[in-house]
């Protein structure tokens, strides 16, 4: 239930924050509601960008300096990834705050990326005031509308006293279930007008109950089929990630010593130099993982989606095998490929029930794992399920079949690339990377062929290290998400690596990382090229190449040092250790220009529209 107390509009400046009513209680504008309601979901940072439909509310902002720090990005959309970048590293929400009308369409970009791949965000909008609404007024657009398709949910703020639970209620959607943005528009006349917030006894969302445990027989059945398998893998993804599930995946593979293979999104949810790691899998995933997938008769696939990056055509993919799908969304399950055992449920939590699964099969001390067959039911969807558990000993034997042949696989087609005396090779770049940080640290990528490289090249060895545009493939996300990571974590090491053309879309950004002295290092794999589009001109288009040349290009260090940043550059592989060396270890913003081979192209590579198994090895 809102608040009873009265609404009443206060001077048209809005000027007065807290008024007390006499009677004990006091009156508090909507500005002031809403950054309260922000403090008790524990926010600490907005990014942001102001306007006259929130001049309210950057009114109340100045009011109470050390309470909330506001970032001032140089664009929305950068405002929105640097949020989104901070969501990511810390687990947390992120808080954007952006006006009506161009302040909310130049937010869309991140909004529709933070969907796509399950980042809380709350995102406020100004909006004209409510009498204006639907007038054409100045710097109006339908943000409600607009954003509906790609939000988890959206408000559209009517009155005063309903703003304290919205903003409770937008911080609940937008970090439970299957994490997502939600945008909050704000009329400025709402926050303008005074009420007493009072708070509310529960949250009003009915229908809105995420489900965190999946059914215990399903669960049961689930993981007698995982013994029983002969070429069992685990297909994990970004579910892992947001779930803080990584320690329980970790054991359940260990366990099981089944191997894995993670999405883009997946990377660091299970460490890359980790024994059963087979790498990533998809478009420009490792060999041996889009073969051992394809041959799999059974695929445990977490917190994925099925995405046609990961897939290729669906009605090649992975023909032999049966499929345990674990999902804390409904729809993602079976909705590109049919899962035979559907397990609706949070990753950490199912995988706890897995495991306590085993574990009673193993009190029990039986070579067979009869508990578990005890206990389950012998029917999913429909088919029987005849098959006797496994001895432990003939689990092995298959075992050893399954892992000698993925070390086949592998042997016959590594991740090679030729090296160059004259020139630097990109994958060079991503190893000599690695080797410097030795994989502690975090690392934003934007998207095109080095955001490949990275995942192929550089081994993440944790979660919450790789921070990447997977869904929206959102060129310019790279370098402010990975300047939203630092202000999450000042002391981290955080580096942006990013494409020369996806780092002109964002790199104002670079006056938001001086101004607020952070650290944040930026690797420009400098190829010349769009690289991505060339490669696919190169290979389906018979090297025609058509707008991907980067005439124009700034020189990155004069820009650097325009911004008041340092910048280096590093022409020739002898210069590349030198050249990262010092830029990683320059206090302050660093932009380092690394020219890479021009016209190279990332493999191993599927044709848009084949089968997993036809893949290009260059
Ligand atoms: C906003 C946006 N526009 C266009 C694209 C299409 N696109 C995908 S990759 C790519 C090339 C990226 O070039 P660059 O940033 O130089 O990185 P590289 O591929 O060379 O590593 C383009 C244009 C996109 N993903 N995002």
């Not at 608040?3 to 807290?18: C, E, L, M, W, Y």
């Not at 089944?258 to 460490?271: D, E, K, N």
């Not at 034997?397 to 160059?420: G, V």
Request: charged share 20%; with cysteine.
């Amino acid at each position: 239930m809102p608040p009873t107390a009265v609404s009443q509009p206060i001077d048209p400046i809005g000027s007065a924050t807290n008024v007390s009513t006499g009677d004990g209680t006091s009156l508090m504008r909507g500005a002031r509601i809403l950054l309260e309601g922000l403090l008790k979901e524990g926010v600490d940072t907005i990014f942001g960008y102001p306007g006259g439909a929130v001049l309210h509310i950057y009114d109340e902002l100045a009011r109470m300096p050390n309470q909330l720090r506001h970032v001032l990005a140089r664009h929305e959309q950068g405002a929105v990834h640097m949020a989104e970048g901070y969501a990511k590293a810390s687990g947390k929400v992120g808080v954007v705050l952006v006006t009506s009308g161009p302040g909310a369409t130049n937010a869309v970009t991140g909004i529709a990326n933070a969907f796509m791949d399950s980042t809380p965000l709350v995102v406020i909008t100004g909006q004209v005031p409510r009498k204006m609404i639907g007038t054409d007024a100045f710097q109006e657009v339908d943000t409600a509308g607009i954003t509906r398709p790609c939000t988890k949910y959206n408000y559209l703020v009517r009155d005063v006293r309903e703003l304290a639970e919205i903003v409770r209620e937008a911080f609940h959607l937008a970090g439970s279930g299957r994490p997502g943005p939600v945008v909050i528009d704000i009329p400025k006349d709402v926050t303008a007008e005074s009420c007493c917030p009072e708070p509310a006894e529960s949250m009003r969302l009915p229908g809105y109950h995420p489900q965190l445990h999946a059914h215990d027989e399903a669960v049961n059945d689930a993981v007698k089929r995982i013994v029983n398998a002969e070429r069992p893998i685990l297909y994990v993804g970004g579910g892992v990630i947001h779930a803080n599930a990584s320690a329980e995946l970790l054991s359940l593979a260990e366990r099981l010593q089944i191997p894995v293979t993670p999405t883009l999104m997946g990377l660091g949810g299970f460490p890359s130099g980790h024994s059963l790691s087979l790498g990533m899998l998809g478009m420009h995933g490792t060999y041996w993982a889009n073969m051992a997938i394809s041959e799999a008769d059974l695929i445990v696939a977490i917190g994925v989606r099925f995405d046609d990056r990961v897939t290729g055509s669906l009605d090649r993919f992975a023909p032999r095998a049966e499929i345990i799908h674990v999902d804390i969304d409904p729809s993602s399950v079976s909705k590109n490929v049919r899962a035979h055992v559907p397990l609706v449920g949070d990753a950490k939590t199912v995988m706890r029930q897995m495991h306590r699964c085993l574990d009673a099969a193993e009190r029990f001390e039986c070579a067979d794992l009869s508990p578990l067959s005890l206990n389950s039911s012998n029917t999913v969807s429909g088919k029987e399920n005849k098959a006797p558990i496994a001895t432990n000993r003939d689990r092995t034997r298959t075992l050893t079949r399954w892992w000698n042949q993925i070390e086949e696989w592998k042997r016959f087609a590594p991740l090679t690339y030729e090296i160059s005396d004259d020139l630097i090779k990109p994958q060079l770049l991503c190893q000599e990377l690695y080797r410097l940080t030795r994989g502690e640290a975090i690392i934003a990528t934007d998207v095109g062929q080095h955001q490949m490289w990275l995942a192929q090249y550089y081994g993440f060895k944790g979660p919450r290290q790789s921070i990447t545009s997977g869904g929206l493939g959102a060129m310019g996300f790279g370098f402010p998400a990975a300047l939203g990571a630092q202000l999450a974590f000042p002391d981290a090491r955080v580096i942006a690596v990013v494409g020369d053309g996806g780092f002109q879309m964002t790199a104002q950004e670079l006056a938001t990382a001086v101004q607020y002295r952070t650290n944040t290092k930026i690797i420009v794999m400098n190829n010349t090229y769009l690289g991505m589009v060339r490669q696919w001109q190169e290979i389906f288009y018979d090297k025609t190449y058509s707008a991907v040349e980067m005439e124009g290009t700034p020189d990155f260090v004069k820009l650097a040092e325009a911004f008041g940043a340092v910048g280096l550059r590093a022409t020739k592989p002898g210069e590349l250790r030198c050249v990262l060396e010092q830029g990683l270890s320059t206090t302050g913003v660093v932009v380092m220009d690394i020219v890479v081979t021009p016209e190279e192209n990332v493999y191993p590579m599927i044709p848009p529209g084949a089968g997993l198994k036809e893949m290009m090895l260059g």
